[in-house]
């Protein structure tokens, strides 16, 4: 059974920072590409950053200079660690597999993509 576990959300003030972690399995984790998606309060899913199986990644501009997407091959696992966050950042992150739409309703890309997890809380106060 293909599964992705998420953890590390939480609430933190802005400026503060976090680290998200999904753990993969029942897939051949180095060889696939994966994602963090987050769906703020009346939003629609938007990918934030993306991780290659080469470990090339990418960054919605939103967010580019402050997450850093990376993974660790032998634990399974793919993090995203968040700094200068900001309120607008509140959301629910989602880890997947592979990241090959950019946004859209979060039940449609949780259908078309292989693996979805199921979510993390991050909530940016001011």
């Known amino acids: 059974e293909v599964q992705l576990v998420e953890s590390g959300g939480g609430s933190v003030q802005a400026g503060g920072s976090l680290r998200l972690s999904c753990t993969a399995s029942?897939?051949?984790?180095?060889?696939?590409?994966m994602g963090w998606y987050r769906q703020a309060p009346g939003n629609e899913c938007e990918l934030v950053s993306s991780?290659?199986?080469?470990?090339?990644?990418s960054y919605a501009d939103s967010v580019k200079g402050r997450l850093t997407i990376s993974q660790d091959n032998a634990k399974n696992t793919v993090y995203l660690q968040m700094n200068s966050l900001k309120p607008e950042d509140t959301a629910v992150y989602y880890c997947?597999?592979?990241?090959?739409?950019?946004?859209?309703?979060?039940?449609?890309?949780?259908?078309?993509?292989?693996?979805w997890g199921q979510g993390t809380l991050v909530t940016v106060s001011s």
């Open positions: 991780i290659s199986s080469d470990g090339s990644t």
């Open positions: 997947a597999a592979p990241p090959l739409l950019q946004s859209g309703s979060c039940s449609r890309l949780r259908n078309a993509l292989e693996a």
């Open positions: 029942g897939f051949i984790f180095d060889d696939s590409d």
